[in-house]
């Protein structure tokens, strides 16, 4: 049986590396300017090349985001930039434009050409269609259920490739002019400010500045704001379906979450390819997915269109975890770096997660903070600052460090 490819977003440098540490098989990234999702500290050129010697170098395949929607304006530079790509060995392009799809194929033929989910394919004679164009993989919308995945991997033999974990639009997979309308943040050149997680009140026009919530909560309403999708449970269903690649949304996302999404799915489906049959989904990957920011989960359309269940009325975002650092190095003495992302504080209760569904759990000590070594031990290590600790179990570079989150007092 074939596993699936697992893809994931990579923001920036540090989330690459992180996707590649818990297990990816690639990674999905932007360039400057190009790609939607333009607020993700994407890649430089320089960076771009060094971005595919890393993964190269560890067996993961990059796919660079180029899926705007191209006005006329676009094209020019658009141009410039795929040919400053073009020697980059970069896996495949990802295009949702037909004009950028027509210039991928002119300035880099060899190049594959994977579809994105902004071009809404939602059946198998679209899928085919784009095949006919030069496209090797089609994103799927995240609107097909089951059945109809199926349906398209029976009658197409092109790669396709599915959202299995992430964020879910209130519109056809991202076309969406919410945003652009309300901020003048264009979702469609990946400047979305997700207008459709804020809350809504009702203003009735003679009583200008009274706004009525819609629902009994007084933060508002969340009208349009859709639960994350969510298909663990359902991964063998994925992979016998034959799609080729299950994608995690997320590019804006932090660390943790790239972190903590890409560990879970890599178990899974290394424990669905050891033994299928006795294969199950266990409670602490639903626990894991759990304590990322989120809010809510659904399996979306799989199963048929989604109800008000699969909607949160009730809140904004879920979250029971926080990221406080990364193992930056492991020295031969047993002493270990740690990049401080979030002020830690000697008694802290840290768990240190590595791969696989590895995790331990350590009482912080006073820390020695580098290049403050003549303080001595401090109490409180504060972003930015790279701390020096034993601890008494074996960890690797680019680990990460989390605590429960726990309420600041300032
Ligand atoms: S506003 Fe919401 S529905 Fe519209 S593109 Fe942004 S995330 Fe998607």
Redesign the pocket.
């Given at each position: 049986m074939k596993i699936p490819e697992l893809l994931a977003p990579a923001g920036n440098f540090e989330k690459l590396r992180m996707a590649v540490h818990y297990g990816a098989d690639a990674v999905y990234l932007g360039g400057e300017g190009y790609s939607l999702r333009n607020l993700a500290d994407n890649f430089s050129l320089d960076q771009l090349a060094r971005a595919v010697d890393y993964a190269h170098g560890r067996g993961v395949k990059v796919y660079l985001a180029t899926n705007i929607f191209a006005g006329n304006a676009d094209l020019g530079g658009m141009r410039r930039y795929l040919e400053q790509v073009a020697d980059i060995p970069l896996d495949a392009c990802i295009v949702a434009d037909p004009g950028v799809l027509d210039m991928v194929g002119e300035i880099s033929p060899q190049r594959p050409i994977h579809l994105s989910t902004q071009a809404n394919t939602t059946n198998w004679r679209s899928a085919r269609f784009w095949q006919r164009q030069g496209v090797s993989r089609v994103n799927l919308a995240r609107e097909m259920g089951l059945a109809e995945i199926r349906e398209v991997r029976a009658r197409v033999d092109l790669e396709l490739e599915m959202f299995v974990h992430g964020?879910m639009?209130?519109?056809y997979s991202?076309?969406?002019?919410?945003?652009g309308v309300m901020t003048g943040r264009d979702?469609n050149k990946g400047e979305?400010?997700?207008?459709?997680?804020w809350g809504y009140a009702i203003v009735e026009e003679q009583r200008p500045g009274r706004c009525f919530p819609i629902l009994e909560d007084e933060r508002g309403t969340f009208i349009?704001n859709s639960r994350d999708l969510c298909l663990l449970e359902y991964l063998p269903d994925l992979v016998e379906s034959g799609v080729d690649s299950l994608k995690i949304e997320g590019r804006m996302k932090g660390a943790h979450y790239v972190a903590s999404v890409v560990r879970v799915y890599r178990e899974a489906l290394d424990r669905y390819r050891e033994d299928p049959h006795g294969y199950r989904t266990r409670p602490e990957w639903l626990d894991e997915l759990g304590k990322i920011s989120h809010r809510g989960y659904t399996s979306g359309f799989l199963f048929g269109r989604p109800g008000g269940e699969d909607h949160e009325y009730r809140t904004g975002y879920l979250r029971s975890h926080e990221f406080v650092g990364l193992v930056s190095e492991v020295r031969e003495d047993g002493e270990v770096a740690l990049e401080v992302r979030n002020r830690i504080r000697a008694g802290d209760e840290l768990e240190f997660i590595g791969r696989g569904m590895s995790s331990h759990r350590l009482t912080m000590p006073p820390m020695v903070v580098e290049g403050r070594e003549d303080d001595g031990p401090v109490r409180t290590a504060h972003p930015n600052q790279r701390i020096r600790l034993r601890v008494p179990f074996r960890v690797e570079p680019l680990d990460m460090v989390r605590r429960e989150k726990v309420e600041e007092d300032n």
């Open positions: 964020a639009c209130i519109s991202g076309r969406c002019l919410l945003s979702a979305c400010a997700h207008p459709c997680r349009f």
